[in-house]
């Protein structure tokens, strides 16, 4: 539960996730235990209105037995879904019974809303057959008809690049129905031909915290075993020499004077598995930034990337892993114009492409390829170039992986060479384990202090050492008791010429949830870094975990950091009325080397309808206040608006009032 700086590298869903690409092994899994529905072509369309009538799904496949991954058995939430396809689209429908409907939660009513407190329904479908997670799309709609779809690969959340895919849902006397049309054209598509998709349907019950498979990925979720859709024909889809254009025009007033900017961002399609992108003088200013707390981290961080031409494809540019990446486009600030092109060459081939540059000051080219063998290994190979006043920088990296049912490793090396600084590498090798409750990790890493990938992330450098994690989960579905874990882990770095300390010492927490919602837990950790003892124990306490949109949160830590005292207090909370206002807090104050700091986040949202809203934010700190409150109408299909006053991404306030128009146009060629 501790605030995430000081533990950010610590535990486990970052060490899952940073141990990207890895030794390159053939992984030879039985399909027996994949469950299978047959593709049935339908003649008739079903209609999208979340309303399963009689006789409309007569021609689909037909299933159920949705089971709980922690017990392995079908429980109380008794669920059918139903399946077919014709030459345009895909249909799925579901009907979730509930003992208890009025328990149902259906808060979002919003196409594009995040639904982590509703119950719903999703559909996660790869049209390859393969079982990579990176490449399943996930359609997801709840009770009240909201949707959210989450495409292979990242994809910017303007409707008409999204495609018309479109959702229903409806609350019934006995739980709820849902129906999604899913065009062919929106996915990407291997070649036409009868072929086994891979798909699994969960559906979410949000007061019992539980996910339901159809196919039973177990607690790991591993993908190798989601369901495969028999011989469905995939159709030769014609995409058409269409160019997708968003043209903005920026107007407005600021202190300095007038304002006027305009710039375009365009996207094209090549067949059904490449994407092209474009972009001219792209709006960066008036996108509201991610915030970093202002708790200590010895090391740098980097706050989400929100941007739409860096959003859209993004997981075909990781390269490196998490700990020290390549490329991260948060280093990019302004440019004039930038290209990318991403997507499957084969089944099994994958690339990414990306130029961006302003002129006359700096130009940055990234390239990537990844090659996979079967669903759990892969080789990636990677360069990023970086061109600037201060001189080039070019990075180069190989990642190869490889997970088994339990057991995994991960090899990286990569390499950089800088004008200024010269040349520089890193190495790591790693070895982990899973069950679905004990799962442990082990690795050794070398990154030497010239290591220096202008355009990536690489917070420590200049050591050699190990680190081991390990750490133990359960869960139950009766008793007062829902989630227990507790981890550890030791590292053991020097510095890279061997003589003295760089990182040494240990960490540990421990965490639970209950069933009535409360959450908490306790953290310790002990380094040394480089001469300086960083001695922290933290706490955490939330309620409730299963509500998103009504909770609070405090958590704090006490402690000695490079010899002197410190500590520090968080306090969150949301709050979402019934009249579609949502407000948000987050309190925070620091104590360090006899200095007090805070920092205060606070939001607000007004719905005034799905696609209309008012929203601010407002940031209070040592250094000042800043904040705007804007108007938008986005979200739909045609011209999107934003009126801001303020600016989202300053440090303290501005006065400037602007608006911005944003007009959809399809270029035929």
Not at 37 to 49: A, F, Q, R, S
Not at 505 to 517: K, L, P, T, V, Y
Not at 550 to 568: L, T
Request: with cysteine.
């Amino acid at each position: 539960m501790r605030l995430e700086p000081i533990r950010q590298q610590r535990s486990k869903h970052c060490v899952r996730f940073s141990l990207s690409m890895i030794l390159t092994l053939v992984a030879t899994l039985s399909l027996a235990q994949n469950r299978e529905i047959p593709g049935k072509e339908l003649t008739k369309p079903p209609v999208i209105d979340g309303v399963i009538s009689e006789g409309e799904w007569a021609e689909a496949a037909e299933s159920g037995g949705f089971v709980d991954p922690v017990t392995g058995k079908e429980t109380e939430f008794d669920t059918k879904v139903l399946a077919g396809y014709d030459s345009s689209n895909i249909y799925f429908a579901v009907k979730a019974m509930d003992p208890s409907p009025n328990l149902i939660r259906m808060s979002e009513y919003r196409r594009g809303a995040h639904m982590e407190g509703d119950d719903k329904i999703v559909v996660v479908i790869n049209p390859y057959g393969t079982f990579r997670e990176e490449d399943f799309s996930e359609f997801e709609v709840n009770p009240r008809g909201a949707a959210r779809a989450d495409f292979a690969g990242g994809r910017a959340a303007k409707r008409e690049w999204e495609g018309d895919w479109e959702a229903a849902g409806k609350a019934t006397a006995s739980g709820y129905e849902v129906e999604i049309r899913i065009p062919w054209r929106i996915l990407r598509l291997p070649a036409a031909g009868t072929r086994n998709l891979t798909f699994n349907f969960v559906r979410y019950v949000a007061r019992k915290q539980q996910k339901l498979f159809w196919a039973n990925l177990g607690t790991q979720e591993r993908f190798e075993l989601s369901g495969i859709w028999k011989d469905v024909k995939v159709p030769a889809i014609q995409t058409g020499s269409v160019i997708q254009a968003l043209p903005y025009q920026v107007a407005g007033l600021a202190e300095d004077g007038h304002i006027f900017n305009t710039g375009v961002d365009l996207r094209y399609q090549v067949g059904s598995q490449i994407t092209t992108l474009a972009t001219i003088n792209p709006d960066f200013a008036n996108i509201e930034s991610a915030v970093l707390g202002i708790e200590f981290s010895r090391f740098e961080r980097l706050a989400d990337e929100r941007r739409p031409f860096f959003v859209e494809g993004s997981s075909f540019f990781n390269i490196g892993g998490m700990s020290a990446r390549l490329f991260a486009p948060q280093r990019i600030g302004q440019i004039d114009f930038g290209a990318k092109g991403f997507g499957q060459i084969t089944t099994n081939d994958s690339f990414g492409a990306l130029v961006t540059g302003r002129l006359g000051e700096e130009t940055a080219g990234v390239f990537r390829y990844r090659k996979t063998f079967g669903p759990r290994a892969s080789m990636t190979a990677g360069y990023v170039g970086f061109d600037d006043a201060e001189g080039q920088n070019h990075a180069y990296g190989v990642d190869a992986f490889y997970e088994g049912p339990r057991w995994g490793s991960s090899l990286i090396f990569s390499q950089t060479d800088d004008e200024l600084v010269g040349m520089g590498s890193r190495l790591d090798a790693d070895l982990f384990y899973s069950d679905g409750s004990l799962f442990a990790f082990g690795g050794w890493q070398r990154i030497s202090e010239d290591f220096l990938p202008r355009l990536g992330f690489a917070p420590r450098k200049g050591f050699h050492g190990f680190s081991m994690f390990a750490g133990y989960e359960k869960e139950w579905r009766s008793g007062p008791f829902r989630h227990f874990e507790i981890d550890a882990e030791v590292v053991d770095r020097l510095k890279e010429n061997g003589k003295g300390v760089f990182e040494k010492g240990q960490a540990a927490s421990i965490s639970f949830s209950q069933q009535n919602g409360l959450f908490y837990g306790v953290d310790f950790e002990n380094f040394n870094f480089e001469g300086d003892i960083v001695r922290v124990a933290g706490f955490g306490i939330g309620y409730p975990s299963d509500d998103p949109n009504h909770r609070i949160q405090v958590g704090g830590n006490v402690g000695e950091v490079e010899g002197q005292d410190y500590h520090d207090v968080a306090l969150s909370a949301t709050y979402r009325f019934p009249n579609r206002l949502t407000t948000s807090a987050a309190l925070q104050f620091v104590r360090e080397t006899g200095q007090n700091e805070f920092q205060h986040i606070l939001g607000m949202t007004y719905e005034l309808s799905e696609f209309r809203s008012v929203s601010g934010r407002a940031i209070v700190g040592d250094q000042g206040v800043n904040w705007y409150v804007a108007f938008r109408q986005s979200g739909n299909l045609g011209t999107e608006y934003y009126l801001i006053i303020g600016d989202p991404r300053a440090n303290s306030f501005e006065t400037k009032v602007v608006l911005k128009v944003v007009t959809p146009l399809s270029i035929k060629l």
